[in-house]
């Protein structure tokens, strides 16, 4: 059973930064790719960023390329999600997933609010 926490968001002011912690449990973190969606109200979840098992490959948005970073610790089944300048437009709840390839096992999510 695999099981998703997130952390780390909370209320920034425009141009600031946080990071989200993503801890998994269940022995196959270190074999899955590793991502983040968000949900902003009323829109769809979209994609922002994904990790593949071994942290040589990564993927993001064009909408927080140059502003987000995505990292992995295999030995801590974590992942971590440094997000900077960021923007009123970056208000979500983020959710991070795993799977082998595409999103299998969700968190629960937690708020990043920017405030302009």
């Known amino acids: 059973q695999v099981q998703l926490v997130e952390s780390g968001g909370g209320l920034v002011q425009t141009g600031g930064s946080l990071r989200l912690t993503c801890v998994a449990s269940g022995h196959t973190f270190s074999s899955s790719t590793m991502g983040w969606f968000r949900q902003a109200p009323g829109k769809e979840r979209e994609f922002v960023a994904a990790?593949?098992?071994?942290?040589?490959?990564?993927y993001y948005a064009d909408s927080v390329r140059g502003r987000f970073t995505l990292s992995r610790d295999n030995a801590k089944n974590t992942v971590y999600l440094q997000m900077n300048s960021l923007k009123p437009e970056d208000t979500a709840m983020y959710y991070c997933?795993?799977?082998?390839?595409?999103?299998?096992?969700w968190g629960q999510g937690t708020q990043v609010t920017v405030s302009s």
């Open positions: 997933y795993q799977g082998r390839v595409y999103p299998e096992y």
């Open positions: 990790i593949s098992w071994s942290g040589d490959s990564t």
